[in-house]
């Protein structure tokens, strides 16, 4: 794993802490968490995705933005619910 982030993914990182963040990486398909992984954490472009996975170029960009959705989907319901938690 590099030391540095992608921005994007370091903007969700903040927002919750890594465990949330893991919980929610593994609710993904295993296609999208090797998209995640292969577009943020190895930096690579989204034609080398697209090539690592053997599908098009806009396969793999609609797979890291569906992936993307979900993460930040699930990271506001769980921010969401921790502050319904607090407030309770």
Not at 23 to 32: A, P
Not at 69 to 86: F, H, I, P, W
Request: aromatic share 6%; proline share 1%; glycine share 2%.
């Amino acid at each position: 794993m590099k030391s540095q982030l992608n921005p994007e993914i370091k903007h969700l990182v903040s927002i919750n802490n890594y465990e949330e963040l893991h919980k929610h990486l593994l609710r993904l398909s295993w296609r999208q968490q090797v998209a995640i992984q292969l577009r943020f954490w190895e930096e690579c472009s989204i034609f080398q995705v697209a090539c690592q996975l053997g599908i098009s170029w806009k396969e793999a960009d609609d797979l890291i933005e569906a992936a993307l959705s979900n993460l930040k989907s699930g990271l506001a319901k769980s921010a969401n619910n921790s502050a319904v938690l607090v407030a309770a």
